[in-house]
């Protein structure tokens, strides 16, 4: 379908006006919470850091240091290379794929359950117990999590009560309460995808290779993961793009050698008063995610037209 048939489908399916104020209030939308702010964050980070009252004069010049520093740091520092910031960049990226793979690995069987085992009262309470918790407020759980986590937390009073540990264990020093509480945040948005791209597979087809004698493993690589392959795709980049832009979670359950990337830009702009610095760390940060999901995408041989089925 060409984009002027589609453009005609959309008119007629939802008639001029209805089509006309979706345009304008989506167009709006996009340009307003979106793009405009992007432009001021990059307008920003290729300036010079100069207080408010010298916006706009000589002073607030265009230069690239501030993208400089990010790689090479101050030209005072005697290391080559910045290395404080480039280690929690990448660590802050790797910690972005490694809930990416604990989400996965966690709702693709919950996700194949809701929609081709579970039926009718069961599966409703499922899909009701996965929502309800996350009526309460994000920064509200991630203090649960450090409260569970804690070393008097109610992990730790198990772990010593039934023997297993003669003193707590630090889960917030080791990051296991930051990861536990990064895969929380985000498994509904791994969920979901999955399950709407499982629920239109034909049961038939699954009957067919059981019949055949395919073992379970194989009926999920050859038949059930190819299908869902959208849905993955869209969960596993809403939870790394968000994983990896996270800021309450690192700030609460984070341990003290566990910096973010994202706890570096909110020094920037509320601390060291370095907005210039901090949008561009933020534009590294956003241009290098968008990177690695297209990179990706590449590899795994997904399209973002079947992403947004």
Same mark, same amino acid.
């Given at each position: ?6 453009w ?11 089509a006309l ?17 992007? =432009?001021? &964050? ?5 300036? #010079?850091?100069?207080?408010?009252? !010298?916006?706009?004069? +000589? ?36 910690a ?57 937390g ?33 498994? =509904?948005l &791994? ?5 709407? #791209?499982i629920?239109?597979?034909? !049961?038939?087809?699954? +009957? ?53 990337f994202?706890q ?46």
């Open positions: 379908m060409n984009l002027v048939n589609y005609r489908e959309f008119f007629l399916k939802n008639g001029t006006a209805v104020f979706m345009i304008i209030a989506v167009g709006m939308w996009l340009f307003m919470m979106i793009i405009l702010p992007q =432009l001021f &964050m990059l307008d920003f980070s290729i300036r #010079a850091n100069v207080p408010p009252p !010298k916006f706009g004069t +000589e002073e607030h010049y265009y230069t690239l240091e501030h993208y400089k520093y990010m790689v090479f740091g101050s030209a005072l520092a005697t290391d080559t290379f910045n290395v404080i910031d480039l280690s929690v960049f990448f660590r802050t990226i790797g972005a794929i490694f809930v990416t793979l604990i989400d996965l690995a966690i709702c693709y069987p919950i996700a194949y359950y809701l929609a081709q085992v579970a039926t009718g009262g069961w599966s409703r309470l499922m899909v009701l117990s996965l929502i309800v918790p996350f009526w309460i407020n994000e920064i509200l759980r991630a203090f649960a999590f450090k409260i569970i986590f804690g070393s008097t109610v992990i730790n009073n198990f772990l010593i009560a039934s023997g297993l540990l003669d003193q707590p264990y630090d889960f917030i020093r080791n990051d296991i309460a930051l990861w536990a509480g990064l895969s929380y945040a985000f498994i =509904l &791994m969920i979901f995808p999955i399950y709407n #791209a629920e239109s597979l034909d !049961k038939n087809q699954i +009957e067919a290779a059981r019949d055949l004698g395919s073992p379970w493993w194989r009926i999920h690589w050859r038949i059930v993961v190819p299908h869902a392959k959208p849905g993955i795709s869209s969960g596993c980049t809403m939870v790394f793009m968000l994983t990896a832009g996270a800021l309450a979670a690192p700030q609460i359950l984070g341990g003290p050698s566990s910096l973010w994202t570096i830009i909110y020094q920037g702009f509320n601390q060291a008063g370095n907005w210039a610095r901090g949008s561009a760390y933020a534009i590294i940060l956003l241009v290098s995610c968008i990177v690695f999901v297209l990179v990706m995408m590449k590899i795994f041989k997904v399209r973002f037209g079947e992403m947004m089925k």
